[in-house]
T-cell receptor, first 113, second 112 residues
Framework: AQSVTQLGSHVSVSEGALVLLRCNYS??????LFWYVQYPNQGLQLLLK??????LVKGINGFEAEFKKSETSFHLTKPSAHMSDAAEYFC???????????FGSGTKLNVKP | DAGITQSPRHKVTETGTPVTLRCHQT?????MYWYRQDPGHGLRLIHY???????DKGEVSDGYSVSRSKTEDFLLTLESATSSQTSVYFC???????????FGQGTRLTVV
C-alpha cells in the first residue's frame, strides 16, 4: 500500500527566503513520486516527478526535490520564494504496477512581502 | 494542457437526488480517475478505470458508482446525494507512456 504524509498544512515564508515543503512516503514497491501545485479555483499542475533516474529532480518555476530512499522522503525546495509561488502544494506517490496515485493532505504556501 | 473537460463545473443539488458528473478526454489515455478534494484531506481516490468497462474502487467509493463505455468518457454517479458528498471533484487521466496524471479543472458540487 502507498501513502503520503505532508508535514505542515500551512507554511509561511518571506519573499526571497528558502522554501522547504516536506513529504514522506510509504510504498511497498519502488515508487514514482510527484509534486503538484494548485492555484485557487484551478486544477493540479505537475511541478516535477521522480521516476528512478536522478535522485535530484528539477521542475518548473525553480523548484527541485530530492529523493532519499533511506529517509523515505521527497522534500520540495526553492532557493528564493516569489509572491507568485503562493499556492497549495501536493505530494503524491504512484503505484507503478496499477497506475494509481495517492496524495498527501497538501501544504498551503504563503509568501509575505 | 491535457485535453480534459469536466461537466458541469458547478452544481447545486438536493439531498437524495442522483447526480452524474462527466469527464471527457481527447488524449486517448488508458487510465482515468475520479478524486474528491476536501480541506485537510488532500485528494482522495473515489474510483478509477484502466480501460473501457474496466473499473476499480478507490479509498472512498461508498455512495459512488462509475461507468466507462468509451475510452474518452468516464462518468461518476452519486446514487443518492448526501451533504457529506459536498466537495470539489477532479477527473484525471494517465497513459501508458506517462508516469504522471493530468487533471481537469474540477467540478464544485454542493448538496443541500
Amino acid at each position: 500500500a502507498q501513502s503520503v504524509t505532508q508535514l505542515g498544512s500551512h507554511v509561511s515564508v518571506s519573499e526571497g527566503a528558502l522554501v522547504l515543503l516536506r513529504c514522506n512516503y510509504s510504498s511497498s514497491v519502488p515508487p514514482y513520486l510527484f509534486w503538484y501545485v494548485q492555484y485557487p479555483n484551478q486544477g493540479l499542475q505537475l511541478l516535477l516527478k521522480y521516476t528512478s533516474a536522478a535522485t535530484l529532480v528539477k521542475g518548473i518555476n525553480g523548484f527541485e526535490a530530492e529523493f532519499k530512499k533511506s529517509e523515505t522522503s521527497f522534500h520540495l525546495t526553492k532557493p528564493s520564494a516569489h509572491m507568485s509561488d503562493a499556492a497549495e502544494y501536493f505530494c503524491a506517490v504512484s503505484d507503478r504496477n496499477f497506475n494509481k496515485f495517492y496524495f498527501g493532505s497538501g501544504t498551503k504556501l504563503n509568501v509575505k512581502p | 494542457d491535457a485535453g480534459i473537460t469536466q461537466s458541469p463545473r458547478h452544481k447545486v443539488t438536493e439531498t437524495g437526488t442522483p447526480v452524474t458528473l462527466r469527464c471527457h478526454q481527447t488524449e486517448n489515455h488508458r487510465y482515468m480517475y475520479w478524486y474528491r478534494q476536501d480541506p485537510g484531506h488532500g485528494l482522495r481516490l473515489i474510483h478509477y478505470s484502466y480501460g473501457v468497462k474496466d473499473t476499480d474502487k478507490g479509498e472512498v467509493s461508498d455512495g459512488y458508482s462509475v461507468s466507462r463505455s468509451k475510452t474518452e468518457d468516464f462518468l461518476l454517479t452519486l446514487e443518492s446525494a448526501t451533504s457529506s458528498q459536498t466537495s470539489v471533484y477532479f477527473c484525471a487521466i494517465s497513459g501508458l507512456e506517462n508516469t504522471e496524471a493530468f487533471f481537469g479543472q474540477g467540478t464544485r458540487l454542493t448538496v443541500v
